[in-house]
């Protein structure tokens, strides 16, 4: 990418590049800067081919006299489906900081794990087919509407094995299979995207006058996507845009809240689920007003939900940003 004169890259974000709310960026008009969205971070791999790519973040710096700083929503998706779902025993679990699939593989797999520690489990069982590793994919695979056959194959797996999971996931669970089901009878028009009455296939929501009705999925904040697909093609799709447009607002949210709060932040960058923002670093010591402006941000369930950021901060670059506490 060619930076500026003054050393900086500067990409030209599309507001309607993504259907989820999530920004995406490219070059801008003079053609310099370009794709900031999927700068390299060290930890990724190209399985094909055996490829290890470089921390490229690395090579962005805070400026002279400022700490650079990268705020992350933590978990986003999987909070934003159990207050779908409204699951009292997972919305529990996030608000206590439980580590969510050690719970999950203790909680579906209770003989096999009764014996381990959460060492064996956690780390002894997080390889490639390990209980651990399993129940993540499934129970993620499974609240978007992966089928016992589909997600069989994708972990290589027993179809049968899979159907079990499912089964004691949706007993222990029942909420996620009603949330399923609600979309459903939204997509086919059986209820109201926005209050979710029975409209029986009203264009016009006769309780909330929502419109239009059918093909049309909306999240909390109030925002919706009609979709023109026929309506067996969606079931997946519409159930994945729920949370993950919910990050994106909730991330968006985030850093209008950063500007009106605290002043003294420079936003350098969104990407998708996190802020890349610098401060002066006689700042640094004000993490606390950063995290206050943050969590203002409340995703508006019955049950308001405060999706928590974690906070990584360097003044060195964007790649050498380490965890803190906050």
Not at 199 to 228: D, L, M, V
Request: glycine share 8%.
């Amino acid at each position: 990418m060619e930076s500026d004169d003054d050393s900086r890259l500067r990409s030209s974000y599309k507001l309607t590049g993504t259907d989820t709310f999530r920004l995406a960026s490219s070059e801008n008009a003079f053609g310099r800067g370009g794709n900031l969205q999927n700068i390299p971070s060290g930890k990724e791999t190209a399985i094909e081919v055996n490829f290890k790519f470089p921390n490229v973040r690395e090579q962005f710096e805070p400026d002279v006299g400022y700490e650079l700083a990268e705020f992350d929503l933590s978990g986003a998706d999987a909070q934003t489906v159990a207050w779908e779902a409204d699951d009292a025993d997972l919305k529990d679990a996030f608000r206590r900081g439980l580590k969510l699939h050690l719970k999950n593989a203790r909680d579906v797999y209770p003989d096999k794990t009764r014996d381990m520690s959460d060492k064996d489990i956690t780390e002894g069982q997080a390889h490639e087919g390990g209980i651990y590793s399993n129940v993540k994919k499934l129970a993620h695979g499974t609240n978007f509407g992966g089928t016992p056959k589909g997600l069989a194959e994708r972990i290589r797996i027993s179809v049968r094995d899979a159907e079990e999971f499912q089964e004691r996931w949706f007993y222990l669970h029942p909420g996620i299979r009603d949330w399923h089901n609600r979309t459903n009878q939204i997509l086919q028009g059986i209820k109201c995207w926005r209050c979710y009455e029975f409209i029986h296939g009203e264009p016009i929501c006769p309780h909330c006058q929502a419109f239009p009705q059918g093909r049309t999925i909306g999240n909390k904040f109030g925002y919706r996507i009609i979709y023109f697909n026929r309506v067996h093609e969606l079931f997946n799709e519409s159930l994945a845009w729920v949370p993950q447009s919910t990050t994106a607002i909730n991330c968006n949210k985030g850093a209008l809240a950063l500007i009106d709060r605290v002043p003294w932040v420079e936003l350098l960058m969104q990407v998708h689920d996190s802020l890349i923002v610098q401060y002066p670093i006689k700042y640094s010591d004000r993490l606390g007003d950063i995290k206050d402006a943050l969590h203002s941000v409340k995703v508006p369930y019955a049950d308001p939900l405060t999706i928590p950021w974690d906070a990584k901060v360097s003044r060195v670059s964007w790649g050498k940003c380490e965890k803190v506490k906050w």
